[in-house]
C-alpha cells in the first residue's frame, strides 16, 4: 500500500552551516517502526537527488519516535553566502514529507496507515 | 536547597518579542528569566557597532527589556541571566545600570559581567602559537581570510554565570556565552550541582535547548497539528520547573496561547540537531537518545532519564569575517504560463548579464510559487497563478553586484510579458558577514567575572 510520509509523521528542519537537518516524527509511537524501515538513507537520498550536493547521514531516536537526517550541501553554502530563499532550511522538513512509501498490506492493515489517494 | 527551580524564557534570539519578558516575570512564579540574543551572525553585527562607537557592541533591546522587569528583579528576587553583552559585556552592563537607577532602583541591581571569550585581539598570537583555527566544515586555514575578520569569540559554558551567581549577582551578563549554559547555569548554581554530574549538567543542557528559541517549542512555528493550536497571537513563552536531580517539566504560564505537548517539545528538540548521541558543550555531551518525555497534565511535559558524558578538551569558535557582497531582485509573472514567461527572463537575464561581461562568484534563480522550496518534488507547476521569478548574486566585486541591480526594471518593458510585482525599487547590494566555525584548545581562553553594584 502506497503511505504519504505527510500522513503519518510530522517533521522540523534547521541548520548548520551548509547542512540541513530534518527531524521526521511519527505521528502515532507504533508508526515510528514504520518510518524506521521505509524512510532509509538510501531512500531519503535519492528523494533529494538534485536538490542536495553532499550526503545524507540518520540517526534514529526510538525515544522520541523520530528519525533525524543530515542533508549535506542542501544551502548554497549555508548562513549568509547562501542565495536561496530557504538559506537556513526552515522548511527542508516539508520536502521530505512528500515522500510516498510502500508498505506492506497485511503490515499498513495492522498499523492502521492511512493510505494515499 | 530549593525543590523545584523555574527558569523562563524571555527572547529567542535578537529582534525577537520585545514584551515576552516582562510577559514571563508577570505571568506567574519565576525564579530566573533567561534572554539569548546571539545568533551565529549577530556578533557581526555588534562588532561594526562597536568599531563606530567604542560604548556600544551589546543588544540594546536588553536594556529595555530590563527595565521592563526591574519591579520583578528588585521587589520579588528574580534573577536575570542574558547573552546580552556580545562584543562589549562591560558596556552593557554600565548601560543596564544606568536605565535602572533612573527607574529608581537605588542600587539594588548587582550586576555580574562575564568576559574572555572575545579573542579577536588575540588572533595573531593564537594562529602563531599553534592554534590554526581551521574552518570545522571546509578543513581552510583561517590565516586564508585573516584580514577580514570582524570578529572571533569562543563560546563558553556555565562556569562564570554560576560564579557570578555564587558572587551575589542578579543580573549577569554574558558574551558568547552558548545559549543552553543560560538555563543550565542558574540550576547548576540553586541545586550546587558538581562539574562532574554529567546527568544533572546534561539534562540543564537539554532544558536550554527546549526554551531557547522562545515559544519554538510552546506552539510557535508547529507543525503537528497547527490549525488547532489556540490564541497564538497571545502565545505563551516556555519555562522550564527542574528539581535537583534534573528532572523537569515544560509548562507556560496560565491564561496563555500556544501548547506545551509532547509533540511541541519533539519538534522543538530536533531542532538543529545533529548527531544525538552527542551534543557538545563546553560543559557536558548530552546524549538525546535518553530523553523520555510524558505528558504532565494540561500543557505540561515531564522530560526524564538524560544521560550526560565528559566534554571534549576543545571549545568552539566562532568567527565573522567579510565575503564579498549579494543583491537579490525579484519579478512576478502571470498565468498563463506564468513559469514559463519567468524562465524565459531568467534566461534573457543570464544573457545580458554575460554580455555586459559581469562575472559573479554564484548566480541562482528560484521560481517561488514552483520549485524556490521543494525543487522538482514539487512537480508540474506549468499552471500556477502566479510565479515570481527570484534572481541572486554574490560575488567579491562590489560594482559589478551593483550592476546587476539596474537589469532587473528594464524587463518589465524589454522582456516576456505579464510581468508586476516590481514596486519595490532596485535590489539592494548587501555586504556578506559570513561564519567560520572553527575549535580552540580550553586552556588558552580564560574566563573572568566582574560585579558592578
Known sequence: MKVRLVDIAHARSGDKGDTANVGVIALEPRWYKVLDEFVTRSRVTDHFRGMIDGDVDRFELPNLNALNFLLHGALDGGGTLSLKTDAQGKVFSTALLRMVIDVPDAEAERLQLPAAK | MKKIVRVAAGQGFWGDDLDAPRRQVEGGQVDYLMLDYLAEVTMSILQKQKERDPSLGYA???VGAMESVLPAVLERGVKVVANAGGVNPAACAVAVKAAAEKAGSKGGLKIGVVSGDDLLDRLDQLIQSGHPLANMETGEQLSAVRDRVLSANAYIGSEPIVEALAKGANVVITGRSTDTALTMAPLRHEFAWSATSWDQLAAGIVAGHIIECGAQCSGGNCLYDWRSIPDLANVGYPLVEVKPDGTFVVTKHPNTGGRV????????????????HSYITPDVIADFTTITLAPDGENRVLVSGIKGKPPTDKLKVSVAYRAGFKAVGTLVYAWPDA?????????????????????????LSEFVGANATHGNLAGDQSDAP???????VRGSDRAAVERFTREIAPLVLNGPPSVTGFAGGRPKVEEIVAYWPALIDKSVVTTKVDLIQ
Open chain 2, 386 to 392: 502566479e510565479v515570481q521569478l527570484r534572481f541572486g
Open chain 2, 261 to 276: 505537548s509532547v509533540q511541541t517539545i519533539t519538534e522543538q528538540l530536533v531542532y538543529e540537531m545533529g548527531d544525538p
Open chain 2, 60 to 62: 540594546r533591546d536588553f
Open chain 2, 339 to 363: 513559469l514559463e514567461k519567468a524562465q524565459l527572463a531568467d534566461r534573457v537575464l543570464r544573457e545580458r548579464l554575460d554580455r555586459l561581461g559581469l562575472r559573479f562568484e554564484r548566480i
